[in-house]
């Protein structure tokens, strides 16, 4: 008997639910007061007009080494649009090959999470994409430096002046951010649960189907809802049982260190799950590899539901149908360095 034979066997109670088209649709329907399927259309973002013009900006800085101090660490680095999104590694390394604290969370979707990073700090992507240029375990770099980098350079002279044609003085810090946020929130991936939530019955296979009933009726879904499968709201890791040390790092207080509140201590943003089968590290430690240990780790801490194997299975087989089709990236040919061109530094540049 096949792993997944013995799942659908012992899933019977949900698989219950599913017994043709209209168990289906049944199914359908309580998923979709939970869950919204992606929009088929970019979305817009807060105070900043998405345009063609943008998004070409935008993408070109995203791959641009040269946004950091040593010329070596582009968005991409950390974000890699080749591996889901992040870099697959337990923390990324940044400036002078510094280990930074968490583990990268993936810029697809995330124009749909609640706010930027695992503390919730950056209340939109343009603000996210402040930080880690001026981060000193990252990019290590100025504003101004980034300025004077841009300035240097004649096509992104004018190509900033495309995005932004209503300015003087086009080549801004803040608007290197709001070209970045453009072409980040095109990056959506359209996933069979989407399809499934469309009206696609035999978009998700019969186990998926009986993991979706089951991430929903053991309360997954609480926590990890909307467009993109969770991103919204905040809740300590360790909710009934403190998952341990190994994964749940001490020093790490989470949101605390942004609200210096003490019931924050210990508390994260709910992790968007649309492509998680492909961003292994898992958690804000990047301590798990396996997708199916954080989902038995998940069950134990936050919902104290110690799942069995097939429950652990089915679940694992929902989340691999929200591995979406990535947008078509070509890499973009950037702007040449001219004699004005700051030079890269392996030391952190400061004031």
């Given at each position: 008997?096949?792993?997944?034979?013995?799942?659908?066997?012992?899933?019977?109670?949900?698989l219950?639910?599913?017994?043709?088209p209209?168990?289906?649709?049944e199914?359908?329907?309580?998923?979709?007061?939970?869950?919204?399927?992606?929009?088929?259309?970019?979305?817009?973002?807060?105070?900043?007009?998405i345009?063609?013009?943008?998004?070409?900006?935008?993408?070109a800085?995203?791959f641009?080494?040269?946004?950091?101090?040593?010329?070596?660490?582009?968005?991409?680095s950390?974000?890699?649009?080749?591996?889901?999104?992040?870099?697959?590694?337990?923390?990324?390394?940044?400036?002078?090959?510094?280990?930074?604290?968490r583990?990268?969370?993936?810029?697809?979707?995330?124009?749909?999470?609640?706010?930027?990073f695992?503390?919730?700090?950056?209340?939109?992507?343009?603000?996210?994409?402040k930080?880690?240029?001026?981060?000193?375990?990252?990019?290590?770099?100025?504003?101004?430096?980034?300025?004077?980098?841009l300035?240097?350079?004649?096509?992104?002279v004018?190509?900033?002046?495309?995005?932004?044609?209503?300015?003087?003085?086009?080549?801004?810090?803040?608007?290197?951010?709001?070209a970045?946020?453009?072409?980040?929130?095109?990056?959506?991936?359209?996933?069979?649960?989407?399809?499934?939530?469309?009206?696609?019955?035999?978009?998700?296979?019969?186990?998926?189907?009986?993991?979706?009933?089951?991430?929903?009726?053991?309360?997954?879904?609480a926590c990890?809802?909307?467009?993109?499968?969770?991103?919204?709201?905040?809740?300590?890791?360790?909710?009934?049982?403190?998952?341990?040390?190994?994964?749940?790092?001490?020093?790490?207080?989470?949101?605390?260190?942004?609200t210096?509140?003490?019931?924050?201590?210990?508390?994260?943003?709910?992790?968007?799950?649309?492509?998680?089968?492909?961003?292994?590290?898992?958690?804000?430690?990047?301590?798990?590899?396996?997708?199916?240990?954080?989902?038995?780790?998940?069950?134990?801490?936050?919902?104290?539901?110690?799942?069995?194997?097939?429950?652990?299975?089915?679940?694992?087989?929902?989340?691999?149908?929200?591995?979406g089709?990535?947008?078509?990236?070509?890499?973009?040919?950037?702007?040449?360095?001219?004699?004005?061109?700051?030079?890269?530094?392996?030391?952190?540049?400061?004031?």
């Open positions: 008997m096949s792993r997944y034979t013995s799942v659908l066997l012992a899933c019977s109670t949900a219950a639910a599913l017994s043709g209209a168990m289906a649709n199914l359908r329907d309580a998923a979709l007061e939970m869950f919204k399927p992606l929009p088929s259309t970019v979305p817009a973002v807060r105070d900043n007009p345009t063609p013009e943008k998004i070409v900006l935008g993408k800085l995203f641009d080494p040269r946004l950091s101090a040593s010329g070596v660490f582009s968005c991409n950390c974000h890699n649009l080749a591996t889901g999104g992040d870099d697959n590694l337990e923390t990324s390394i940044g400036h002078g090959w510094q280990k930074g604290p583990n990268a969370p993936t810029v697809l979707n995330a124009v749909f999470n609640e706010a930027q695992w503390d919730g700090r950056a209340e939109d992507l343009k603000e996210q994409a930080g880690p240029v001026q981060a000193g375990v990252e990019m290590a770099n100025t504003p101004e430096q980034v300025v004077a980098t300035v240097s350079m004649p096509d992104y004018a190509w900033f002046k495309n995005a932004f044609p209503d300015e003087g003085e086009p080549v801004t810090f803040d608007n290197m951010a709001k970045i946020e453009a072409f980040e929130a095109t990056l959506i991936t359209p996933a069979p649960f989407d399809a499934f939530l469309n009206g696609d019955d035999a978009a998700l296979t019969e186990v998926q189907q009986a993991g979706l009933q089951l991430f929903m009726d053991k309360g997954c879904a990890h809802n909307g467009v993109n499968v969770g991103g919204t709201g905040y809740y300590p890791f360790g909710v009934v049982q403190n998952p341990g040390a190994e994964v749940l790092p001490e020093g790490d207080k989470g949101r605390f260190q942004v210096k509140t003490a019931d924050d201590s210990y508390v994260f943003r709910a992790g968007p799950l649309r492509n998680i089968a492909l961003t292994a590290p898992y958690f804000h430690s990047g301590k798990v590899w396996d997708l199916k240990e954080a989902v038995e780790i998940m069950g134990s801490s936050q919902l104290g539901e110690e799942l069995n194997e097939e429950e652990a299975v089915a679940i694992t087989a929902f989340l691999e149908s929200l591995t089709r990535m947008p078509e990236i070509t890499y973009p040919v950037l702007p040449a360095e001219t004699a004005r061109t700051p030079r890269p530094s392996g030391e952190v540049i400061t004031k």
